[in-house]
């Protein structure tokens, strides 16, 4: 069994932890907060995160990352986009050993217009790990942390890394598949935040299925548009960590970023939905990278357009959606036969 170090102990980062600690790893939780990781080591419950969760003993909170960083074989790095390269810099400090490093964290940079695992090369020395993984998929924290059927992704350039993440993980509460195409596996479960935004604005204006329904599909065709444009392999988009998260995001309580879109909905301000919230809502600062990618690459993403106007630049939700209704015809089959390639054109 190994040694392995989880940073950042919300929500996402506590159920992870307790996957590990269920196949009889010895994990440390490093929270940069130590308030909290006493809270955690004396009743063995995140309160804040994840509190209906008890965590087993072989969990144990740090707020010392040099001590949680100690003789680990692996790292799993689960802090919001914006924290990522704070917090490899922290570890490139301390970490002089090379290990396995997974990412759990779902976002894109608006600044660098970086992929979370880029920021990460950018930031790490090479000679400390040989590929970063991704860990994504659909999967509520709430419900990975009751242990309930659940099914993710790991991928990264060489296999082999991959594999190790898969043998770590995998139990049979938790599925763990490979794919090589990180750069789908990344940008599907970073974009279906937006999404997910716009279908709580959808519930919050009190419409339906139906309107949820065209969200996620027309959703899933600009997300596949921007992501073959940046070299994501189409067919990953059909998979878990595509069509998979976008069900999982859009369909539920559990999602903040639902959560946070359904608020705006119903006509509360931005900065008072995410003061309410207290927990990470990526899409928003997704959105906004997104935009300015769609932009520079000149890829149609009404939908991210549309929301981008009304968290950025004052629109209502409803006029968002009267423009969305309003756009000139188009031919369905043509659409999806751009996203996949010639060999699809009728
Ligand atoms: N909650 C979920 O069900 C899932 C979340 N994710 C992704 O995992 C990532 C983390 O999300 P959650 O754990 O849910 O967020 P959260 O809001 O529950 O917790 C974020 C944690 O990061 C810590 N943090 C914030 N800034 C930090 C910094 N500068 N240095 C160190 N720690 C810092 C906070 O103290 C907190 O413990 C996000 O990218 C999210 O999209 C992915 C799959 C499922
Ligand atoms: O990524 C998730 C489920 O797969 C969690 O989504 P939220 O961040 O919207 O809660």
Same mark, same amino acid.
């Given at each position: ?39 955690? %080591? !004396? ?14 003993? %072989?969990?144990?909170?740090? %707020?010392?990352? !040099? ?11 689960? =802090? ?5 390269? !704070? ?28 992929? =979370?695992? *880029? ?6 020395? $090479? ?13 509520? &924290? ?7 059927? @659940?099914?993710?992704? =790991? ?6 890394? &991959?594999?190790?993440? +898969? ?18 596996? *990344? ?5 279906? #935040?937006?999404?997910?935004? /716009? ?9 339906? $299925? ?6 996620? @599909?027309? /959703? ?15 067919? @990953?988009? &059909? /998979? ?12 539920? +309580? ?7 879109? #359904? ?44 929301? *981008? ?9 409803? !006029? ?7 756009? /000139? ?18």
């Amino acid at each position: 069994m190994a040694n392995v170090a989880v940073l950042g102990a919300g929500s996402w980062g506590t159920a992870l932890s307790v996957v590990l600690a269920d196949n009889y790893h010895d994990v440390r939780l490093w929270t940069h907060r130590k308030d909290q990781a006493q809270q955690i %080591n !004396e009743t063995h419950h995140n309160e804040k995160y994840l509190q209906e969760v008890s965590l087993p003993s %072989n969990i144990v909170a740090y %707020n010392d990352m !040099e001590a949680a960083l100690q003789d680990v074989t692996a790292v799993v790095v689960v =802090v919001p986009t914006k924290a990522i390269r !704070e917090v490899c810099q922290q570890m490139k400090s301390v970490l002089s050993h090379k290990v396995t490093i997974i990412h759990a964290t779902k976002g894109i940079d608006p600044d660098s217009l970086k992929r =979370v695992s *880029e920021m990460m090369e950018e930031e790490l020395p $090479d000679d400390i790990y040989e590929d970063i993984v991704v860990l994504s998929g659909p999967s509520h &924290a709430e419900e990975v942390g009751l242990r309930q059927p @659940t099914t993710v992704t =790991v991928s990264s350039h060489t296999m082999k890394e &991959a594999e190790i993440a +898969q043998d770590l993980f995998i139990n049979e509460h938790f599925r763990v598949y490979t794919n090589p195409d990180v750069v789908g596996v *990344e940008l599907g479960g970073a974009l279906k #935040n937006i999404i997910a935004l /716009g279908a709580g604005i959808s519930d919050g204006l009190g419409y339906g $299925d139906n309107a949820k329904s065209a969200l996620i @599909t027309r /959703g899933l065709a600009e997300i596949a548009r921007l992501g073959t444009s940046m070299g994501a392999n189409p067919l @990953t988009f &059909a /998979g878990l960590t595509g069509v998979g998260d976008l069900i999982v995001t859009c369909t539920s +309580q559990h999602s903040r970023n639902w959560r946070a879109g #359904n608020m705006l909905g119903k006509g509360y301000d931005l900065h008072d939905v995410l003061e309410h919230m207290g927990m990470v809502v990526e899409g928003v600062r997704t959105t906004n990278a997104a935009y300015k990618l769609s932009q520079s690459q000149q890829i149609e993403m009404p939908i991210t357009q549309g929301i *981008e106007q009304l968290l950025f630049h004052g629109a209502a939700p409803k !006029e968002v959606v009267d423009q969305l209704m309003t756009r /000139g015809r188009r031919h369905e089959m043509e659409d999806l036969a751009n996203i996949l390639g010639d060999q699809y054109s009728s």
